[in-house]
């Protein structure tokens, strides 16, 4: 069972990027994902999740509007658009399958991705 993300980089304020976290061993169908973000010296915090079906999902107050969650569960992945990036979205990001439902305690989720680190320049 794991959970891959990637996608990560350097970008420039004002910039993009668009990050994927790819499941294998078990089908992203059964789980809700999320991503959670850890600035350095900050605790890890949740960005967004999204629902089973897709028809629903959440955001942090300090990305909506900014980013955007959805998944393919033909493809086992699930994907988080990021625009208009900002330097305090500079973290490693992770993604997290839950069984259950959303939710912001992480203890609460089953798998975890590594974290793909993304930088966003001034």
């Known amino acids: 069972v794991q959970l891959q993300a990637s996608g990560g980089g350097l970008v420039q304020a004002g910039g993009s990027l668009s990050l994927s976290c790819a499941a294998s061993?078990?089908?992203?169908?059964?789980?809700?994902i999320a991503w959670f973000r850890q600035a350095p010296g900050k605790e890890r915090e949740g960005v967004s999740c999204i629902r089973r079906s897709g028809a629903s999902a959440y955001y942090a107050d300090s990305v909506k509007g900014r980013f955007a969650i959805s998944r393919d569960n033909a493809k086992n992945t699930v994907y988080l658009q990021m625009n208009s990036l900002k330097p305090e979205d500079t973290a490693v990001y992770y993604c997290?399958?839950?069984?259950?439902?959303?939710?912001?305690?992480?203890?609460?989720?089953?798998?975890w991705g590594q974290g793909t680190q993304v930088t966003v320049s001034s």
């Open positions: 061993g078990f089908t992203t169908d059964d789980y809700v």
């Open positions: 997290a399958a839950d069984s259950v439902g959303c939710s912001a305690i992480e203890e609460l989720y089953d798998f």
